[in-house]
Nanobody, 125 residues
Framework: QLQLVESGGGLVQPGGSLRLSCAAS????????IGWFRQAPGKGREGVSC????????NYKDSVKGRFTISRDNAKNTVYMEMNNLRPEDTAIYYC??????????????????WGQGAQVTVSS
């Protein structure tokens, strides 16, 4: 069974940091692009960052550039997103998604085939 599992979410104060992990089971991530999406209460899902299968193509949503860093460790079958200088507007459920396609995109969630269950990130004082 193909599965993605997010972890690392939680409650953090503004300016704090968290690292999200997206671990795959039932398949190897070597050939998959991974995207991180988020959905805030009352809002639609939006793309945050993505990384292609080899790590040579990375994209970020403008509002997280310079604060979030996506990376992957194919040996551990895991993709990470380091989030620094968090803001209250970053509060959302964060999802990782996988697609066996070249490149990566953040502007269309339909491009991805497999999704995790989500991890809550809350930024509040």
């Amino acid at each position: 069974q193909l599965q993605l599992v997010e972890s690392g979410g939680g409650l953090v104060q503004p300016g704090g940091s968290l690292r999200l992990s997206c671990a795959a089971s039932g398949f190897t991530l070597d050939y998959y692009a991974i995207g991180w999406f988020r959905q805030a209460p009352g809002k639609g899902r939006e793309g945050v960052s993505c990384i292609n299968h080899s790590g040579t193509t990375i994209n970020y949503k403008d509002s997280v550039k310079g604060r979030f860093t996506i990376s992957r460790d194919n040996a551990k079958n895991t993709v990470y997103m380091e989030m620094n200088n968090l803001r209250p507007e970053d509060t959302a459920i964060y999802y990782c998604a996988a697609a066996r396609r070249p490149g990566c995109i953040t502007n269309w969630d339909g491009w991805y085939d497999y999704w995790g269950q989500g991890a809550q990130v809350t930024v509040s004082s």
